[in-house]
T-cell receptor, first 116, second 111 residues
Framework: ETGVTQTPRHLVMGMTNKKSLKCEQH?????MYWYKQSAKKPLELMFV???????ENNSVPSRFSPECPNSSHLFLHLHTLQPEDSALYLC???????????????FGAGTRLSVL | QKEVEQDPGPLSVPEGAIVSLNCTYS??????FMWYRQYSRKGPELLMY????GNKEDGRFTAQVDKSSKYISLFIRDSQPSDSATYLC???????????FGSGTQLTVLP
């Protein structure tokens, strides 16, 4: 089991629902990330938080809203999603987000999201 | 042109075979190269990490980086059914502070 825990593991939601994904890391890291993984496509970085501050937002639609209350917890709030948002959403953490040296990202198992 | 190109496979090999997985990239500033392994229904886990050019060996796994050709490889010797997974290359460097991933190669090792 990794030090990064994501809940729920699976989520089915309608286009008008509001739901949240949760990520918790037990590694003492200062950076946390949200990625979207779709079949046959590279991981798409969505958001980066470093010491609780958002440092990157890769042109993610506003229907995805991240929240990082502390260095150990990260949320992704979802509302008015589209069917094309169905994917595996992965959370990761690392020591920090700007050090170019060895800065290994540790991933959670992901939340499999289906939007109907 | 994608920044990182990786053949998605699928790739099937018999147990005991030598497996070669590859990625090419276009950004000459990349300096940090990683291979992640992702089992079904799991998140990616770091397998190998290499800085700049050269080889790195860890048990049955060898990572190679050829910066002049912008080409990286992962070799798996004496492959086992437990090696069946999707292998993702990732890299960063220069102005790219965050990792850029390949699309992953799905590998199946047949017993």
């Amino acid at each position: 089991e990794t030090g990064v825990t994501q809940t729920p593991r699976h989520l089915v939601m309608g286009m008008t629902n509001k739901k949240s994904l949760k990520c918790e890391q037990h590694l003492g890291h200062n950076a946390m990330y949200w990625y979207k993984q779709s079949a046959k496509k590279p991981l798409e970085l969505m958001f980066v938080y470093n010491f609780k501050e958002q440092t990157e937002n890769n042109s993610v639609p506003s229907r995805f809203s991240p929240e990082c209350p502390n260095s150990s917890h990260l949320f992704l709030h979802l509302h008015t999603l589209q069917p094309e948002d169905s994917a595996l959403y992965l959370c990761a953490s690392s020591q920090d987000a700007v050090n170019k040296a060895k800065n290994i990202q540790y991933f959670g198992a992901g939340t499999r999201l289906s939007v109907l | 042109q994608k920044e990182v190109e990786q053949d998605p496979g699928p790739l099937s090999v018999p147990e005991g075979a030598i497996v070669s997985l590859n990625c090419t990239y276009s950004n000459s500033a990349f300096q940090y190269f990683m291979w992640y392994r992702q089992y079904s229904r799991k998140g990616p886990e770091l397998l190998m990490y290499t800085y700049s050019s050269g080889n790195k060996e860890d048990g049955r796994f060898t990572a190679q980086v050829d910066k002049s050709s912008k080409y990286i490889s992962l070799f798996i010797r004496d492959s086992q059914p437990s090696d069946s997974a999707t292998y993702l290359c990732a890299m960063k460097g220069g102005s790219a502070r965050q990792l850029t991933f390949g699309s992953g190669t799905q590998l199946t090792v047949l017993p």
